[in-house]
């Protein structure tokens, strides 16, 4: 199971209004709107290296929702997406 | 010393040689020009402008005369920002002007110790506005107008936000108006002094009005921020005042921002303190005095933003 960090982002550089979130990339230099959802999962793996059904499992308990195959296979977009956008690495 | 205390003799003859050198806000630029006007030009718009004693210079702005090898006939001027030419080469008509836009540019390029955005501010009891918005949207003119109503100018041009702790630092100097502005800003202000008219510039007839005198002997006394606004002049329409969410504020402010890239975290800290310490919201407009009217009330507290 691969497992990723956070490396372009801190949680001082993240912010959440209403329920969209703006944060600086600290990889690229350049600044990103997300939606609740996404802020909440990178926030999570700021806790400590995690793959992405981790991700899913930990925030089903902390969101009260079903963890079915369609909510897992979200955060395996939204990680393809994080690594897109230099936010995250894979742990070795 | 103040810049209307020399003569338009010793102004031209600075202009003309090692340079004269201008406080504006928090910048000390160098002025060279040998056009004529040029010093006629200077002295009407920067009366109550401090010359700059010369110890820190920030930026040489030269326009010179420039030898067009293809059209030699032309009578041609070339801005130079720290010797370097930039720009292409205009009519020499255009040399004062170009002195103008040479300030615009070495202050939006060279000032990295602040955010810069593209925005008017204007400032009423301490609290000022931040109006962001590209040309062509009516900013220069409500700017001129909030200022003929006793509003505080800071800049028609640039919102300078000092990272450290949001403040907006004051940098008053001419008022750029385009086309049907700049009778709208005379009728407004019968007794403000406007500059001669250049036509045909890139922006079509421009005039500059005279910063207000007590603007510019207040212009080392930053203010804070209270009202984000993203004015938009249009014809006929009635006064609507949108309020826009944070991140969606962030996102245009950034659009509206000349160096948030160069400054990284710190312009980011910067742009999120702005958006959370103020409202942020779409003006439209066309009835000058309605909008007068609904920032008056902003700062009476009367209009919720």
Redesign the interface.
């Known amino acids: 199971m691969r497992r990723w960090r956070v490396t372009g982002c801190r949680p001082?550089?993240i912010?959440l209004?209403?329920d969209?979130?703006?944060l600086?990339n600290?990889s690229s230099?350049q600044?990103h709107?997300l939606n609740a959802l996404a802020e909440a999962a990178l926030r999570i793996m700021m806790q400590r290296p995690m793959a992405p059904s981790e991700i899913a499992e930990a925030l089903a308990i902390e969101l009260e929702t079903e963890a079915d195959p369609a909510w897992v296979q979200q955060f395996d977009q939204l990680i393809a997406e994080f690594d897109r956008l230099g936010l995250i690495e894979p742990v070795p | 010393m103040k810049l209307g205390e020399l003569s338009t003799d010793e102004t031209a003859a600075q202009l003309a040689g090692a340079g004269l050198a201008l406080e504006t806000g928090p910048f000390a630029v160098n002025l060279r020009c040998a056009a004529p006007g040029a010093a006629a030009f200077i002295r009407l718009l920067y009366p109550e402008h401090r010359v700059a004693t010369g110890e820190v210079v920030h930026t040489d702005v030269a326009v010179r005369p420039h030898f067009n090898r293809r059209r030699p006939w032309r009578r041609e001027a070339q801005l130079h920002i720290d010797d370097r030419p930039l720009m292409q080469a205009l009519p020499r008509r255009f040399a004062a002007p170009m002195l103008e836009w040479g300030l615009n540019f070495a202050i939006g390029s060279r000032a990295h110790h602040l955010l810069i955005l593209h925005a008017a501010v204007v400032e009423k009891n301490g609290r000022a506005v931040v109006m962001a918005a590209v040309s062509g949207s009516g900013k220069s003119t409500l700017c001129a107008a909030l200022v003929s109503a006793g509003w505080r100018l800071f800049s028609d041009e640039f919102g300078l936000i000092r990272p450290a702790d949001g403040a907006l630092m004051p940098v008053p100097r001419p008022v750029s108006l385009k086309n049907e502005s700049i009778e709208v800003v005379r009728r407004l202000m019968p007794a403000a002094v406007i500059s001669p008219p250049y036509h045909d510039t890139a922006k079509g007839t421009l005039a500059y009005l005279r910063p207000p005198d007590d603007a510019v002997r207040r212009q080392f006394e930053p203010a804070m921020p209270a009202w984000i606004v993203f004015p938009k002049f249009r014809a006929g329409a009635p006064l609507t005042a949108t309020p826009v969410?944070?991140?969606?504020a962030?996102?245009d402010l950034?659009a509206n921002s000349m160096n948030?890239?160069a400054l990284?975290?710190r312009g980011?800290?910067a742009m999120?303190r702005l958006?959370?310490s103020c409202p942020a919201f779409a003006l439209e407009y066309s009835d000058i005095p309605a909008a007068i009217a609904h920032f008056e009330g902003l700062a009476a507290g009367e209009t919720a933003a």
Do not use: K, M
């Not at chain 2, 969410?245 to 969606?248: E, I, S």
């Open positions: 001082d550089l912010r209004w209403d969209q979130c703006v600086f600290l230099g600044t709107q | 969410p944070r991140a969606q962030f996102a950034l948030y890239i990284a975290e980011f800290a999120a958006v959370e």
